[in-house]
């Protein structure tokens, strides 16, 4: 697997996660990496994005919650999420783009998710 997540887990209402991201089984430093989830019932939607060549970017939901953070050297990712709430509850997917420039979500290697539980 060349995308591994790691670190999810159940917490209550308040607390914090750190999720990781694993990619060093690629031979490049993807132009951008990326954090997605899905809740049940909804479709799959970006939480966090980290980009070589810009700011981080996050989701409207979690802005001031979460925090992406990257060691491109490594090809590692991490998830800071803190203040968690129910509604957090989820898969969460790291992505990594293919190619060291173009962030394509399109276009992306996937690992397969590790879960998120927020009880209220």
């Known amino acids: 697997e060349l995308v591994v997540e790691s670190g999810g887990g159940s917490v209550e209402a308040g607390g914090a996660l750190r999720l990781s991201c694993d990619a060093s089984?690629?031979?490049?430093?993807?132009?951008?990496m990326y954090w997605f989830r899905q809740r049940p019932g909804s479709e799959r939607e970006e939480v966090a994005m980290h980009s070589k060549s810009g700011p981080p970017k996050y989701a409207d939901s979690v802005k001031g919650r979460f925090t992406i953070s990257r060691d491109s050297g490594k090809n590692t990712m991490s998830l800071q999420m803190n203040s968690l709430k129910p509604e957090d509850t989820a898969m969460y997917y790291c992505?990594?783009?293919?190619?060291?420039?173009?962030?394509?979500?399109?276009?992306?290697?996937w690992g397969r998710g590790t879960q998120v539980t927020v009880s209220s």
């Open positions: 089984g690629l031979l490049f430093s993807p132009g951008c």
């Open positions: 992505a990594a783009a293919r190619n060291d420039r173009v962030c394509n979500t399109d276009d992306l290697y």
